[in-house]
């Protein structure tokens, strides 16, 4: 933990631990949940062919997710846990920001257009948080990623 950097994002730090936290519980639920094996497209989408999407994407849920949904299903959970435990601990945050945009925004384009309402809400600031984290790297205040690529040296120290 790098406890002497002199910056300005230590806000951006705690609301990162918190994302981080969030997107690791969502991600553990699903594994105690066996979420791959199970129907979460209908769960967590709805009924495909009756659903208002994008039609390019809607083609995209059809022709490669819904034949490989276990597969995707993986993606997801292991995504959701890898992306929350580095933001949690400040790892490599750039790059799981990065990834975690890109869940989210697939998200976004999947339950979040299907459901509207709260859901969508929270992908909308989760999409603005986890952009924000990979244009501002907070892991280097209170994470790894000071104590790894050498963030740790406050001006004029050597």
């Known amino acids: 933990m790098n406890l002497r950097e002199h910056t300005y994002l230590w806000y951006l730090a705690v609301l990162r631990i918190y994302v981080g936290y969030y997107m690791l519980l969502q991600g553990v639920r699903k594994f105690q949940r066996d979420f791959p094996k199970g129907d979460w497209i209908g769960r967590q989408i709805g009924d495909l062919n009756t659903l208002e999407l994008y039609p390019w994407y809607k083609k995209f849920l059809l022709d490669y997710v819904v034949p490989h949904h276990e597969l995707f299903g993986y993606l997801v959970m292991v995504g959701e846990i890898a992306v929350g435990a580095c933001l949690l601990l400040g790892l490599f945050t750039r790059w799981s920001a990065l990834i975690g945009l890109f869940m989210m925004v ?53």
């Open 106 to 158: 697939n998200y976004y384009l999947g339950p979040g257009i299907a459901r509207g309402g709260a859901t969508l809400a929270q992908q909308q600031t989760f999409i603005v948080a986890l952009a924000i984290f990979a244009l501002a790297n907070p892991g280097r205040t209170l994470g790894l990623d000071g104590l790894l690529f050498g963030g740790g040296t406050a001006k004029g120290e050597r």
